[in-house]
């Protein structure tokens, strides 16, 4: 079956880290572009950060320097290492195949997507 697992949500203290984890299956995880999409309670969704097949990244403004987005091609995992949290992290943190009709940048990816994971709740309290 093809599909994205979210895992690794959860609640953290501001300036705490988590680990959110993308479990891969019925496709190979490097064979595509993949982004980590967050939606805040009354906001639309927001594009954190991006992987392209060959493995160049890309993270929005607001994750820049504490947003690492990873791969274990073992694992056919794909991870998002959140450190440095805050208040505005809060929220349902998804991952989603992109389905491209041109070329994309890992700095901004294409953002249309054809495969979401069912997402896992971030709480960042202080």
């Known amino acids: 079956e093809v599909q994205l697992v979210d895992s690794g949500g959860g609640m953290v203290q501001t300036g705490g880290s988590l680990r959110l984890a993308c479990a891969v299956s019925?496709?190979?995880?490097?064979?595509?572009?993949i982004s980590w999409i967050r939606q805040a309670p009354g906001k639309g969704p927001e594009w954190v950060s991006g992987?392209?097949?060959?493995?160049?990244?890309g993270d929005a403004d607001s994750g820049k320097g504490r947003f690492t987005i990873s791969g274990d091609a073992a694992k056919n995992t794909l991870f998002l290492q959140m450190n440095r949290q805050n208040d505005e992290d809060s929220g349902r943190y998804f991952c989603a195949r992109e389905q491209c009709e041109g070329p994309s940048t890992p700095e901004t990816m294409c953002r249309e997507y054809d495969l979401w994971g069912q997402g896992t709740q971030v709480t960042v309290s202080s």
């Open positions: 019925g496709f190979t995880a490097n064979s595509a572009d």
């Open positions: 992987i392209k097949r060959g493995g160049a990244t």
